[in-house]
C-alpha cells in the first residue's frame, strides 16, 4: 500500500491526513507482513500444530462433546480429545496422508475445473470486451455498489464469485484507472462477507437449517427447522452489506491503497486493460455470445425446474439440495467455455481446438503460486482437524459464554463475538456450526429464544470475520490473484485491506439483528418465531 493519492478522479475521497483508524491499518499491515510467505506460514503452522499435539495430547486435554450420542464422529466415551500428531500413529498418518491432503482440499479442484472455462472466455477476448461494454460512461461510485452487491448475489452460484468475480472485479477497476486491489477487496467483501445474505435460498440454507434442527431436537424431540428459518433477515442483509461495503470500498479502502504502480504487476495481468471503446466486431461478437448465454441458461432450467428434471434429486426432487448446485462447478466450466467460443469464432480468436486447448493451459499456468500455497495450507487445515484442537477450542468458547450468565438480548452480542472468533479456525460455516449448534442452540433456547434466531445470529459472526482468516478456503486463491497486480502483497496487506469491511460488517449487521428482532419485532422469516416456549 501507498500514501499517495489517486492520480486519477476515482469516486473516492483524497488521502488527505491519516486518522487514528488508518494509522491503526497501517499498523495491522505491518505487523502482518512481519509474517514470513504464505507458504512459509501454512508450513510453519503446520509444524506447530503438530508440536501442540503433542503436547496436549501428553497433557490428555479432552472436552464434552455436545453432539448427541450416536451422532457421527462422535467418540464412545462422549469426550473431544486431543490427539497427538507426534506419535508413532500420528507420523505414519502424516507421512501416508500428504498426497490425500493435497488432491482432497475442496477448493482445488473446484478453481482449476473453472479456470479451464474462465481461461477460453479470457483467451476469446470476451472478459475483455465485456469489463470495457459494462463500465464505460459508468459513475465510479455506481460501478463499486454493484460489484459488492453481485458478489453477495454470486454465493447463490456456489464457487462463481470466488473464481470468477473477484478477479474480473480488479480488471474493471484497472481498466476505469482505479486501483485493481479495490476492486478486488470490494467483491472478496461481498462474496464471503456477505456470505449469508442473498435474495435467493442457497445451498447452505438447507444444509444449516438441518443442522439447527437436529441440535434443537435435543430440547424438543418434534421441533422443526426450514430452510427458509433466516430468509426475510437475510434478504434485507443484502442491501446492508451493499451499502456499507460500498462506503467502507470508497472512503477507507481505495484511499488507503493509494496509487497503483502498475511496475509491481505481472504484464500478462495488465494486457486488455485499456479503454478503448468497443469496435462494431466486438459489439456483434457480445450479441452473439449473449445468445450463447441464453442458450446456456436455458439447459440449466431444463435441468433443474421441470418435475423431471435430471439434475434435481432423483429420490426427493429436490431443486435446492441436489446434483444441479453440489455441482455447480460444471456450469462454471461450461458456461464460459460455451460462451468464450461462440464469442472467439465470431471475432476470429478462436479459429479451432488448439485455440481452445491454449486457452485452457493458460489459465491454469497462472495458478502456479496457488497451487503451492494450497498444497502446504491442506496439511495445516488437516492435520488441525486430526489434532481435534479446532473443536476442543470451539466448545471453550461455547462454554465461556455458557458460563457468563447472561439471559438478556445481549447474550447474542458475545454469541456473535465468539462465532467471529471460532471462525478465524474453522473455515467451514457447517463444520463450525455442527460443532457449536449442539451447545448454543439448546443453552438459548432454555433461556427462551428461537432455533431460528439463534441460526440468524450465527450467520452474522460466522460470515463477518471469513475475508481476514488465512483458514478460509478461498483465502490463499484471492492472495494469489492479487499477487498478479502486486508481487509484493503480503499476507498483512491483505488483512489490513479487508479488516475495515470485517469490522464495520459487524457492527452494522449485529445492530440490524437487534433492530429486527427485538426493536421492531419482525420474524426471521417465514413463520420463524423469535421465543421459544417450551
Not at 502456479?368 to 468458547?397: C, D, E, K, P, R
Request: include cysteine; charged fraction near 10%.
Amino acid at each position: 500500500m501507498t500514501d499517495t493519492p489517486p492520480a486519477t478522479p476515482n469516486g473516492a475521497p483524497p488521502t488527505g491526513k491519516r486518522n487514528l483508524f488508518t494509522r491503526f491499518l497501517d499498523g495491522v499491515e505491518w505487523l502482518g507482513n512481519c509474517l514470513p510467505h504464505p507458504v512459509t506460514l501454512f508450513f510453519l503452522l503446520a509444524v506447530g500444530i503438530v508440536l501442540l499435539s503433542g503436547l496436549f495430547g501428553a497433557m490428555g486435554l479432552a472436552v464434552e462433546d455436545p453432539r448427541p450420542e450416536g451422532a457421527s464422529g462422535r467418540a464412545d466415551d462422549g469426550m473431544i480429545r486431543a490427539v497427538s500428531l507426534m506419535t508413532a500413529d500420528g507420523l505414519r498418518r502424516i507421512f501416508t496422508g500428504l498426497v490425500d491432503n493435497f488432491t482432497s482440499f475442496a477448493p482445488l479442484g473446484v478453481v482449476l475445473v473453472a479456470m479451464l472455462g474462465v481461461g477460453v472466455a479470457e483467451r476469446s477476448g470476451l472478459l475483455s470486451a465485456a469489463v470495457r461494454g459494462i463500465v464505460l460512461g459508468a459513475s465510479p461510485k455506481v460501478v463499486t455498489f454493484a460489484i459488492v452487491f453481485a458478489g453477495v448475489l454470486s454465493n447463490t452460484a456456489s464457487e462463481m464469485g470466488y473464481v470468477v468475480l473477484i478477479p474480473l472485479a480488479g480488471a474493471v477497476y484497472y481498466s476505469l484507472g482505479r486501483h485493481p486491489l479495490a476492486g478486488m477487496a470490494a467483491a472478496f467483501a461481498g462474496v464471503s462477507g456477505g456470505y449469508s445474505a442473498n435474495l435467493l435460498i442457497g445451498t447452505v440454507d438447507p444444509l444449516l437449517a438441518g443442522i439447527t434442527e437436529e441440535a434443537a431436537r435435543l430440547i424438543d424431540p418434534t421441533y422443526a427447522v426450514t430452510a427458509t428459518a433466516s430468509y426475510f433477515f437475510m434478504f434485507i442483509s443484502v442491501f446492508l452489506v451493499t451499502i456499507i461495503g460500498g462506503l467502507v470500498s470508497i472512503y477507507i479502502v481505495e484511499p488507503k491503497l493509494g496509487a497503483y504502480d502498475k511496475t509491481k504487476a505481472d504484464p500478462e495481468i495488465l494486457k486488455g486493460g485499456s479503454m478503448d471503446a468497443l469496435t462494431p466486431l466486438e459489439k456483434k461478437g457480445l450479441k452473439v455470445a449473449g445468445l450463447a448465454v441464453l442458450g446456456v441458461l436455458a439447459v440449466m432450467a431444463l435441468t433443474l425446474v421441470p418435475d423431471w428434471g435430471l439434475l434435481r434429486d432423483p429420490e426427493t426432487g429436490d431443486r435446492i439440495r441436489s446434483p444441479f448446485f453440489s455441482g455447480f462447478v460444471t456450469w462454471i466450466l461450461l458456461f464460459f467455455l460455451v460462451v468464450g467460443f461462440a464469442y472467439g469464432r465470431t471475432v476470429g480468436t478462436v479459429k479451432n481446438d488448439r485455440d481452445v486447448i491454449d486457452g485452457m493451459a493458460s489459465a491454469v499456468s497462472t495458478l502456479g503460486l496457488y497451487v503451492v500455497i494450497v498444497f502446504f495450507a491442506a496439511q495445516f487445515v488437516a492435520f488441525f482437524g486430526w489434532s481435534n484442537l479446532g473443536a476442543i477450542t470451539a466448545v471453550n468458547g461455547a462454554t465461556f459464554l455458557k458460563e457468563s450468565g447472561l439471559t438478556g438480548p445481549a447474550v447474542f452480542i458475545g454469541f456473535i463475538l465468539i462465532c467471529c472468533f471460532v471462525n478465524l479456525m474453522i473455515g467451514s460455516a457447517s463444520a463450525q456450526w455442527a460443532m457449536t449448534a449442539p451447545i448454543f442452540v439448546p443453552m438459548l433456547m432454555l433461556i427462551g429464544y428461537s432455533p431460528e434466531v439463534i441460526q440468524t445470529a450465527y450467520r452474522i459472526g460466522d460470515s463477518t470475520t471469513n475475508i481476514i482468516t488465512p483458514m478460509m478456503s478461498y483465502f490463499g486463491l484471492i492472495l494469489a490473484w492479487a499477487t498478479r497486480y502486486n508481487k509484493d502483497i503480503g499476507i498483512g496487506t491483505m488483512i489490513a485491506m479487508m479488516l475495515p469491511y470485517s469490522i464495520f460488517f459487524t457492527i452494522a449487521w449485529t445492530v440490524l439483528f437487534f433492530l429486527w428482532v427485538f426493536g421492531l419485532g419482525l420474524p426471521v422469516g417465514p413463520g420463524s418465531p423469535t421465543y421459544y416456549g417450551g
